[in-house]
């Protein structure tokens, strides 16, 4: 089986304080890290417009994304609504990408 690489854009909605989007980005970063079939996550902030974002995540399989929304540590980062999603893609590994 192959592992589910993805690709999303995410910006600042109005009215919210970019730096406690940041805050809750970071750590929502440091805890998905630890989550079991987590094998990639980050989340990276544009140089030249700040209140955008772009995720690059890598997990094992659907199951294990399925289970990131359901800890709290996902949760609560959602809950605050800092930010709204404006794509998500799917992507396949192609070279010598390591599974």
Known sequence: ???LYLSAGIELNAGKDLDAAVKALNLL???T???PGCIRFEIIQQRDKAERFT????WVDDAALAA????PHTKACLEHGFTKVNYVEKLNAMGNTPE
């Open 55 to 58: 995720l690059w995540e890598v």
């Open 1 to 3: 089986m192959s592992s």
């Open 29 to 31: 970063v440091e805890n």
């Open 68 to 71: 990131h929304f359901e800890y």
């Open 33 to 35: 890290r630890k989550e």
